[in-house]
T-cell receptor, first 114, second 114 residues
Framework: AQSVAQPEDQVNVAEGNPLTVKCTYS??????LFWYVQYPNRGLQFLLK??????LVKGSYGFEAEFNKSQTSFHLKKPSALVSDSALYFC????????????FGTGTRLLVSP | DTAVSQTPKYLVTQMGNDKSIKCEQN?????MYWYKQDSKKFLKIMFS???????INETVPNRFSPKSPDKAHLNLHINSLELGDSAVYFC?????????????FGPGTRLLVL
């Protein structure tokens, strides 16, 4: 069964600084990896996904994520954080062997201070 | 235009009552999902329908019954509500049930059982 770990409950960063939100995964076969963001009292918004190909995936709002197969990681990054990036970020994974559900991590709260 | 909409947004009810949550998507997708997010923000899939056929049925009490009258709608009926049912319920949709398909989420229905 697939699983996702987001080791940090919260990440604090100053506005303008680079940010990283960590995610590691476990899955049978090749992984399909996703990042979603949830603002307070809102639904989840899709940021980006990795299917195959280039290990660096670019997504919405200036975010990108790097797929590392040897480390089974898919960390979310942004070169310069904005206060408006403060939200809850979820990593999710699906395997490619048969029909599998999308499994979410426990979420990481990002707090960007002015 | 709202892509995935849910009604109601808030639902406060007494234990033992029966309630329904409705979901509609105007994206032309053929696969829809129900997720439950608990108080710790943990997100877990409950059900999924593809072309009105049930394809995922997680370990959910029989009190929860999904119904898909057509590809654009997926409703969730809950019988004999319990305190532990208090959560945020999210509907989502995707084009196809493939592992790489992006799921788009509704704004959520916040259910509080008293």
């Amino acid at each position: 069964a697939q699983s996702v770990a987001q080791p940090e409950d919260q990440v604090n960063v100053a506005e303008g600084n680079p940010l990283t939100v960590k995610c590691t995964y476990s899955v049978s076969g090749n992984p399909y990896l996703f990042w979603y963001v949830q603002y307070p009292n809102r639904g989840l918004q899709f940021l980006l996904k990795y299917i195959t190909g280039d290990n660096l995936v670019k997504g919405s709002y200036g975010f990108e994520a790097e797929f590392n197969k040897s480390q089974t990681s898919f960390h979310l990054k942004k070169p310069s954080a904005l206060v408006s990036d403060s939200a809850l970020y979820f990593c999710a994974v699906r395997g490619n062997t048969g029909f599998q559900k999308l499994v979410f991590g426990t979420g990481t709260r990002l707090l960007v201070s002015p | 235009d709202t892509a995935v909409s849910q009604t109601p947004k808030y639902l406060v009810t007494q234990m033992g009552n029966d309630k329904s949550i409705k979901c509609e998507q105007n994206l032309g997708h053929d696969t829809m999902y129900w997720y439950k997010q608990d108080s710790k923000k943990f997100l877990k899939i409950m059900f999924s329908y593809n072309n009105k056929e049930l394809i995922i049925n997680e370990t959910v009490p029989n009190r929860f019954s999904p119904k898909s009258p057509d590809k654009a709608h997926l409703n969730l009926h809950i019988n004999s509500l319990e305190l532990g049912d208090s959560a945020v319920y999210f509907c989502a949709s995707s084009q196809g049930a493939g592992e790489y398909e992006t799921q788009y989420f509704g704004p959520g229905t916040r259910l509080l059982v008293l």
